[in-house]
């Protein structure tokens, strides 16, 4: 197939939010489809109506967009092998089933839930432990190979509901080459005739995807490990079609592994160590819960890329940091691992605090916009921004802790208050506020440099008057340069936080 274009896939299915894993797989695919200079197609797998989930098509859309991997062809922005909703292509594959039982490749089995139930129970008592509808099942069955042909276009034009599967062929073994794994083999022995078409007329995932694949042009199939076992179904779906000729690479991705690295990442895990799983925040129609996410938690949508890219492959260096145009010209499918990645938290978080870092106030201020209060200016916003943007690990951290910033402190710290102030500083501490509130420094450093200034030559020890300060004017011992604040909130703002945290100090320590 190596003459032909690339063209990729993002299959999800609608049964609910878009998991990490997922946004990892449509990630690799765009990487491989954009330095191909190929097609990245999203197709939505809506074919189990007993599992769709309301809203969680949009779900998809919208985490796409927020990312920015948007697809070049999808349910919106369709191109030319339309429709990318498989609902909306249920003649396809009832032609595509047809010409399967007319070649022998596939049957119809008229087995109800009842006699499904009894054939288990008979094998499993038989000594056959995991029961599955094989080549040998399938003969003790009622199907259209077991029943004559009268039975059978009696039992189809009585309306009697039917599923149609595949014939599996037996003795023989489907080798398939894995971009990842290598060459992987299954013997057809060990796979069962599964159901292409199901009884409410609508096909099961594995048709449908093959048939769409090849009907869309797909060169690559790039999914997750969890299909690997899928796809000796697939093969044989292609060389029963006789399709051999068009069938795409397959590249099965590592599993996305809880932080301990034993079992894979499920969305319970997110509530239960407190991080998000999933991209966006989802709200559970069913469950009446809310699951959180990267967006919603301060993350930056680079950030998310650059660490999802990191889970499961690497560039071969030491270097960490790839936006989405620098991992387009990066990622090679040989540098993926073939074990599973682990889920690293802290990772994330240090990728945001990498990409805040970078952000210009502006940009973090377009991110945040609604969260400031309403008076401060944009200027002054952006000041604050510029200030607590090297020591921000989310996007809410520049401006949850940044409120003193734009209101007094309405509490001190008492015990760090109690130590650091001496009462005998009472007159320093006023003669600084004074100071302060004369000053007309244009720069923080000036300002510094009076402070400073004062308190050296009056011997008064840093130590003893700057903590303390940093105490009157936020109510805490952390954030930014004291004087950098100071500067911004202005010489009478200043002045008065001051002498109101000296007021308080004093009575703290005079109640002693
Ligand atoms: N609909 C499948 C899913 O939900 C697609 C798997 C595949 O890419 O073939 O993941």
Not at 50 to 64: K, N, Q
Not at 446 to 464: M, P, R
Request: proline content about 5%; charged content about 25%; aromatic content about 10%.
């Amino acid at each position: 197939m190596s003459d032909q274009k690339v063209r990729v896939r993002f299959a999800p299915s609608p049964t609910g939010p878009l998991h990490i894993g997922g946004v990892r797989t449509a990630l690799y695919n765009y990487l491989f489809a954009r330095q191909a200079g190929g097609d990245f197609l999203l197709r939505i797998e809506d074919t189990d109506q007993t599992r769709y989930v309301e809203g969680a098509e949009e779900y998809i859309l919208e985490s796409l967009k927020w990312l920015g991997l948007e697809p070049d062809e999808s349910i919106q922005n369709p191109g030319a092998v339309g429709p990318y909703r498989q609902s909306e292509r249920r003649g396809i594959y009832q032609q595509h089933v047809e010409e399967l039982i007319r070649t022998g490749k596939a049957y119809y089995a008229f087995d109800t839930a009842e006699e499904l139930e009894a054939m288990r129970e008979r094998e499993t008592a038989a000594g056959h432990h995991s029961p599955k509808y094989d080549a040998r099942v399938r003969m003790t069955m009622r199907n259209s190979i077991t029943l004559s042909k009268a039975d059978t276009d009696q039992l189809l034009s009585s309306g009697h509901p039917y599923t149609v599967r595949m014939r599996i062929p037996t003795g023989e073994v489907v080798t398939f080459s894995d971009e990842i794994r290598g060459t992987v083999q299954f013997s057809t022995d060990e796979l069962d005739d599964k159901v292409l078409l199901k009884a409410d007329g609508l096909p099961t995932y594995h048709l449908a995807n093959v048939v769409d694949d090849k009907l869309m042009k797909i060169t690559h199939v790039i999914r997750g490990e969890e299909w690997l076992s899928s796809t000796a179904h697939h093969v044989l779906l292609y060389q029963s079609f006789g399709w051999e000729a068009e069938m795409p690479v397959f590249a099965h991705l590592p599993l996305i592994l809880k932080p301990s690295g034993k079992g894979k990442l499920s969305k319970r895990d997110g509530a239960k160590f407190g991080f998000p799983v999933f991209p966006l925040e989802w709200k559970d129609p069913k469950e009446d819960e809310i699951y959180g996410g990267f967006r919603e938690m301060g993350f930056l949508p680079e950030a998310v890329l650059n660490f999802l890219a990191f889970m499961g492959w690497n560039p071969g260096t030491d270097e960490e940091i790839f936006n989405l145009a620098s991992l387009c010209k990066a990622f090679s499918m040989s540098q993926i691992n073939k074990s599973g990645a682990r889920f690293d938290f802290d990772k994330a978080t240090w990728y945001n605090q990498q990409y805040i870092i970078q952000a210009t106030a502006e940009e973090l201020h377009a991110l945040t916009v609604s969260a400031w209060p309403e008076k401060a200016t944009k200027e002054y916003i952006q000041s604050v921004i510029r200030m607590f943007q090297p020591r921000a690990e989310r996007l809410a951290d520049l401006y949850e802790k940044s409120t003193y910033l734009f209101s007094a402190p309405a509490t001190y710290v008492d015990k760090p208050l109690k130590k650091k102030y001496k009462v005998q500083n009472h007159e320093a501490f006023a003669q600084i506020a004074t100071m302060v509130g004369k000053s007309d420094s244009s720069t923080a450093v000036e300002l510094a440099d009076l402070v400073k200034g004062y308190i050296t030559t009056q011997e008064l020890g840093f130590g003893a008057i700057l903590p303390v300060l940093r105490i009157f004017i936020t109510g805490g011992m952390e954030g930014p340069d004291l004087f950098d604040m100071m500067h911004l909130l202005g010489a009478s703002e200043s002045e008065l936080r001051i002498r109101n945290g000296l007021q308080y100090a004093h009575q703290l320590k005079s109640g002693e």
